[in-house]
Structure formats: structure tokens, C-alpha cells
């Protein structure tokens, strides 16, 4: 409440009367990244599961990427550019690699994101011989 006078006092009432309402937003903490990340995630690959793809993850994903994009000071915005950044790209390129000429697509085979063996980026994995076919940094 204090924080929504300051706002009153130092802004004119013609402006502040075209503002619905006032929303005062607390910080991201750690511990809330994960679960973030985890909604994220999941809105990043839905397209690719509506048009049939299997897509999952091992455990190692949503705590590599928690920790890859948090900050204090951006909040969740670092954590959707992070997600974005080190889902979308691999995915869309894997997604059009699967399709065959002349628009026929070929058999969607499961997907799966893992962390590398290095530890420094996500690899997108046909489970069929496991063998990373994208990999961001």
C-alpha cells in the first residue's frame, strides 16, 4: 500500500485515472524458478505435441534451465528468453529435419531433451538411437 501512495504522490491524476489498476510484483525467488521453468517448458513444446511429436525430458532439464536463466533482476523474463533460446531453435530445426520433401511428413519419432554430457547445454535426442541431432549452447 505504501508502495501504490508513492505511485499517487509522484504521478498526475490524469495519468494514474487511465490505469486500471496497480499491480506491485515481489521478486523471483530460486525456489520458484523450477516450477516456472516447468510451465514454460511445456508452452514451448505444445505445438509440437498438438502436430503429434512425443516430447519429453529427463530429470536433468528443468533444474539445468532454472539455473542457466535465473536472475534476480529480470526475473522471469531471463527465464523465458533461456527457455526459448535453449528449446525453440533445436526443436524447430529437428521438427523441419523429420519432415520429407514435398510436405509429406515423415513418422514422428519420440523426442527428448537431455543436458549433455558436458553439463554446458541442452541436446535434443531421437530416442530411437539416441544420437543428438541439435544442441545449444
Known amino acids: 500500500e505504501l508502495f501504490r501512495e508513492a505511485v499517487r504522490e509522484y504521478f498526475p491524476s490524469e495519468w494514474m485515472g487511465r490505469l486500471d489498476e496497480i499491480l506491485v510484483f515481489s521478486p523471483l525467488r530460486r525456489e520458484e524458478a523450477g516450477a516456472l521453468v516447468l510451465h514454460l517448458l511445456e508452452e514451448e513444446i505444445r505445438p509440437a505435441r498438438e502436430a503429434g511429436f512425443s516430447i519429453s525430458w529427463n530429470g536433468e532439464v528443468v533444474p539445468w534451465l532454472a539455473r542457466q536463466g535465473f536472475s534476480e533482476e529480470f526475473g522471469a523474463r531471463a527465464l523465458q528468453r533461456t527457455v ?7 526443436l524447430t530445426v529437428a521438427l523441419l529435419a523429420r519432415a520429407s520433401p514435398g510436405s509429406r511428413p515423415v ?13 554446458a547445454r541442452l541436446e535434443l535426442q531421437g530416442s530411437a538411437d539416441a544420437t543428438p541431432f541439435a544442441a545449444v549452447n
Do not use: F, H, S
Request: net charge negative; glycine share 4%; charged share 35%.
Open 84 to 90: 526459448r533460446r535453449a528449446v525453440e531453435e533445436p
Open 107 to 119: 513418422e514422428p519419432q519420440p523426442l527428448r531433451l537431455c543436458v549433455a554430457a558436458d553439463g
